[in-house]
């Protein structure tokens, strides 16, 4: 198949996989306005708590075999293995490490952040739906479990249960969390980590913002939305908080400033090269990044990256 051919195929695959999406995730409100619309795929602001979603997403049977089939690249490899190194220091300023045994990284890709873990001493372990990220992580040192996060997991059994980038993915977020913190020990911590879609580079940069690519990020939250969602879990106190934003976005948003635009989201073309690319600035990255977030990020939500760390009430580990 030529590949103007192929960008095609996917696309017709995608949008015929569409549904719409229904209320809102977060307060089940029905009401709802529009405002933006991403080539097939609408987003929707709650008319009740404000939380962004995409009105239209793939239905729960593809969405599951885009992620365990079609998932993984180079590119999200070298980026997974960076963002594990800020991952790691995110989590040394939010949590006691030094009294974790046990902790388990969801959504845990290539197994970076539970090779990281595991040099402190820590058994750690990921849980991760793509086939082929899964495989790679437990053939290099990252014990993974091919899997979704299942609420039928045992409970209770981590010091330390951590998902960064994946709640924006999740279909059903009230429901991820709640199952994520069922794992969660008594006195243990859980701490999430997601995009800001009312940061300054994104209200800077508009519908040019990178990150919003609706087919699979498909819950977007902000601080008032993720401060509510963390607030829900009962049994848990949110202990602390920290944002920042990647240097590479605030280029990003300079240059869109100084008149740069990128091609429009067109889900054909994002189905069929998606992942496909390499990572620019690899080296820069991994010397700039760790040292850009230990000068930049600060307590509270206003960073592009939020992070929370919420403790279950019991012990204290």
Known sequence: MRAAEAVVAAGASARAALVDRGGCPLCDAAAHRLEARFDAIPLHACAACGFRFSG????????????????????????????????RLALARLVPLARVRTALDVGSGYGFLVRRLRELGIDARGLEPSADEASWAAQNGAPTTRAALDARAEPGRFDLVTSFEVLEHALEPRRFLADAARLVAPGGWLVVM?????????????????KWIPHAHVSHFA?????????SLP??????????????????????????????????????????????????RRTLDPLWFRLSARDGLRGELMYAALQRAGAPC
């Open 56 to 87: 239209r997403v793939m239905e729960p049977g593809r969405l599951a075999e885009y992620y365990a089939k079609g998932f993984g690249s180079e590119r999200h490899r070298a980026g997974q293995e960076i963002n594990a190194h800020v991952n």
């Open 194 to 210: 997601t995009d800001n879609f009312e940061s300054a580079v994104v209200e800077r940069m508009g519908t040019q913002f990178p």
């Open 223 to 231: 601080p008032a939305t993720f401060t509510r969602l963390c607030a």
């Open 235 to 284: 049994g848990f106190a949110l202990r602390g908080s920290l944002s920042y934003t990647p240097w590479e976005l605030t280029i990003a948003a300079l240059l869109h400033r100084l008149g740069r635009r990128t091609p429009p989201f067109e889900l054909d073309r994002v189905m069929a090269t998606e992942m496909c690319g390499t990572l620019r600035w690899p080296g820069l």
